[in-house]
């Protein structure tokens, strides 16, 4: 989110889901916040697919700042099926079926 590369909608969808998953950890009781959590994760793995596959810029407009943001976001993107994999342990820790 540091570079102007990607659209404002990738940091809004990811804050978001941030933002949801600390209601999630606050309220350890509530099976609606993880469940709202483990659905935003799983629906900005695919935004952000989206995001990075027509946001990509040529080689000829990559500065290391871009270089640096794109490698971020696909880091983030990798990382998130192991974060949807604990916040499902989690959910099923909570009484989900």
């Not at 309220?27 to 609606?32: A, E, K, P």
């Amino acid at each position: 989110c540091m570079n102007n590369m990607l659209p404002v909608s990738y940091a809004w969808g990811n804050f978001s889901v941030l933002a949801v998953g600390i209601w999630a950890i606050v309220q350890r009781d509530s099976l609606d916040a993880i469940t709202m959590f483990l659905a935003g994760l799983l629906l900005t793995v695919l935004t952000d697919i989206i995001h990075i596959s027509i946001f990509y810029p040529s080689h000829d407009f990559l500065s290391d700042a871009k270089r640096f943001s794109i490698g971020m976001a696909i880091f983030s993107l990798l990382l998130k099926p192991v974060s949807c994999y604990l916040v499902y342990r989690m959910y099923r820790e909570r009484g989900g079926e």
